[in-house]
Structures are given as C-alpha cells and as structure tokens.
C-alpha cells in the first residue's frame, strides 16, 4: 500500500539553529499539505500545494517558515531560526486532484523538539 | 467560524466494552467529516469519512460512525474495545479539496 513518506522521524536542535524536514507523498497525489501538530492538540494547516504551487500558505509564519515544492512532487519545509515554541509534531499529507481530493493522507510526521 | 469540537480528552473503557467518542462541529456547509486514529509518536491513520447519502458508514477496524445533522454530530462508535484501540481520535471536517479543521483529539485508554 502507498505510503507517505517523511523524514526525518525526529529531529532535535537547538533555538536559532535551521532545520528541514522532507516530504515525499503517494506516487500521483497533486495536492500536498504540511500541518503542524502541538502536544494536546489537533493538526493545524501550514501549508498547501497544488502541484509546484502554493494554494494557501495564511497560516505559515513566513518570517522563519519556507515550503517549496519545485517539481510539483516532494516538498521540503524549513524553519531558520527555530524557536522554543516550534517543538511539535510535523505532518505532511497527500491526496488526489479531482475526484477523491477530499481525503488526505498523512505520513508519519517528524517529530521537533527545540532546545 | 468552523470547527470541531470534541468534549471527551481522555476516555477510559475496559477491554471488549462498548464505545462512543463525541464530535460536534460548527460548518457553514454540509461538511466532509472524518475520524482518523493516531498512536503515541505516529502519524494520522484514516477510519472513516462521510461525505453524503447513508447517515451510518462503516470503517475500518470495526468503527462505524453517524452522520446527525440535526445535532450537528459525528460520533465514533465501536461494540467492542481490543487493548490494540488504545490510541487518540481526532474527528476532522473539510469542505472538497482543503484545509481540515481538527479538534483537539480525545485519548483513549483500554483496562484489561
């Protein structure tokens, strides 16, 4: 069964430092989503792709957060400096265009914790 | 403003007991409405979704979930509890192609 792929799985770094985490969603999967999931909470959307191209980046903070996505397949989402408040859990998802578009996917997540 | 609301943060239930997780949710349209399953360090696994017609759907791992539009809810439903179910289950709504709005989860623990 396909799979959504991230990595990596854990990722611990400390405050002002970069980070990148990896995204490769199932195999014909147009739309491609990076949530971002607090301990005790629920995913909240970062980020969406249609194709190469950003669909709805509103709740990106766009000061330490970039996503691209360039040949309209696997995604990478940077955080440069990270910050105390950025631990959490990152999960990308996929789903189809058209019809089936409505349910997404989710990878295994990557799980940040900053110190 | 949408959302989902889920007013149980932890249940606990004993093993080959009955189960029902609560979700209520605020959309401005007939919404798509999903349960996924996550287990401690692991990404979202998806049990069921409703998108239109029979108002009970059946998914995966013997959950069943129904539609009540008038109560504006989805509540999850299992007759019995395996030890394996002990996770936490977030009900999530969306509209076509999108954004979900999640809540914040309800955990689950299963008693021998």
């Known amino acids: 069964e396909a799979e959504v792929a991230q990595s990596p799985r854990y990722k611990i770094t400390e405050k002002s430092q970069a980070v990148a985490f990896w995204c490769d969603p199932i195999s014909g999967h147009a739309t491609l989503y990076w949530y971002r999931q607090i301990l005790g909470q629920g995913p909240e959307l970062l980020v969406q792709f249609q194709d190469e191209s950003v669909v709805d980046d509103s709740q990106l903070p766009k000061d330490r957060f970039s996503a691209e996505r360039l040949k309209g397949v696997d995604s990478t989402l940077k955080i440069q400096p990270a910050e105390l408040g950025d631990s959490a859990m990152y999960l990308c998802?996929?789903?189809?265009?058209?019809?089936?578009?409505?349910?997404?996917?989710f990878g295994p997540g990557t799980r940040l914790l900053v110190l | 403003a949408q959302s989902v609301t889920q007013p149980d943060i932890h249940i606990t239930v004993s093993e080959g007991a009955s189960l029902e997780l609560r979700c209520n949710y605020s959309?401005?349209?007939?919404?798509?409405l999903f349960w996924y399953v996550q287990s401690p360090g692991q990404g979202l696994q998806l049990l069921l979704k409703y998108f239109s017609g029979d108002t009970l759907v059946q998914g995966i791992k013997g959950f069943e979930a129904e539609f009540k539009r008038s109560q504006s809810s989805f509540n999850l439903r299992k007759p019995s509890v395996h030890w394996s179910d002990a996770a936490e289950y977030f009900c999530a709504v969306g509209r076509g192609q999108g954004n979900l709005i999640f809540g914040k989860g309800t955990k689950l623990s299963v008693k021998p």
């Open positions: 959309y401005g349209a007939t919404p798509y």
């Open positions: 998802a996929s789903s189809l265009e058209g019809a089936g578009s409505e349910t997404q996917y």
